[in-house]
T-cell receptor
Framework: DGGITQSPKYLFRKEGQNVTLSCEQNLNHDAMYWYRQDPGQGLRLIYYSQIVNDFQKGDIAEGYSVSREKKESFPLTVTSAQKNPTAFYLC???????????FGPGTRLTVT | RKEVEQDPGPFNVPEGATVAFNCTYSNSASQSFFWYRQDCRKEPKLLMSVYSSGNEDGRFTAQLNRASQYISLLIRDSKLSDSATYLCVVNLAGGFKTIFGAGTRLFVKA
């Protein structure tokens, strides 16, 4: 089955620790995205990538980093510099930029 | 003014009712439009794209009014399973920008 997978579903970390969230897609999509959603709020773009080995900052990139070494994979690292990391993190992909996006099931990160 | 605005609701309707959501966008360079639904604590799922001439998918009808810069979603014969948050999504032309509305919450009751 084609789709987007994210792991883990739930993640708990202590303050000061970096953590990496996984996102994999087998849809052969060029573009991939990371969003953050806080309770009762809309999605905010963290980073996006239109092609392998290229990525751009979104609206709230501070405290996050990404890589795009393979077309299928777009991992997100939440660093200790991110002041409020507890949130629901969603990865998405689209065939090209500006096409409809398809989302993975998300990772709920809790940092205490 | 927000780039994409939706009435947050909640809309509480009985089964079988018709309900309509509107979404306004501020950038006239907006190029493509979508409606997504998001269930509680789940990922958003594409419901339908919105085309200039309007389009229908079963009980769902989407309309675009470029002159007034709004899109709408009409749900006919509401089902309990339609209860969700509906997100309006706008892509801007040229450059890369996808904007998600904050969503409209719908509760369909028996």
């Amino acid at each position: 089955d084609g789709g987007i997978t994210q792991s883990p579903k739930y993640l708990f970390r202590k303050e000061g620790q970096n953590v990496t969230l996984s996102c994999e897609q087998n849809l052969n999509h060029d573009a991939m995205y990371w969003y953050r959603q806080d309770p009762g709020q809309g999605l905010r773009l963290i980073y996006y990538s239109q092609i392998v080995n290229d990525f751009q900052k979104g609206d709230i990139a501070e405290g996050y980093s990404v890589s795009r070494e393979k077309k299928e994979s777009f991992p997100l690292t939440v660093t200790s510099a991110q002041k409020n990391p507890t949130a629901f993190y969603l990865c998405a992909s689209s065939l090209r930029k500006d096409y409809e996006q398809y989302f993975g099931p998300g990772t709920r990160l809790t940092v205490t | 003014r927000k780039e994409v605005e939706q009435d947050p609701g909640p809309f509480n309707v009985p089964e079988g009712a018709t309900v309509a959501f509107n979404c306004t966008y501020s950038n006239s360079a907006s190029q493509s439009f979508f409606w997504y639904r998001q269930d509680c604590r789940k990922e958003p799922k594409l419901l339908m794209s919105v085309y200039s001439s309007g389009n229908e998918d079963g009980r769902f009808t989407a309309q675009l009014n470029r002159a007034s810069q709004y899109i709408s979603l009409l749900i006919r014969d509401s089902k309990l399973s339609d209860s969700a948050t509906y997100l309006c999504v706008v892509n801007l032309a040229g450059g890369f920008k996808t904007i998600f509305g904050a969503g409209t919450r719908l509760f369909v009751k028996a």
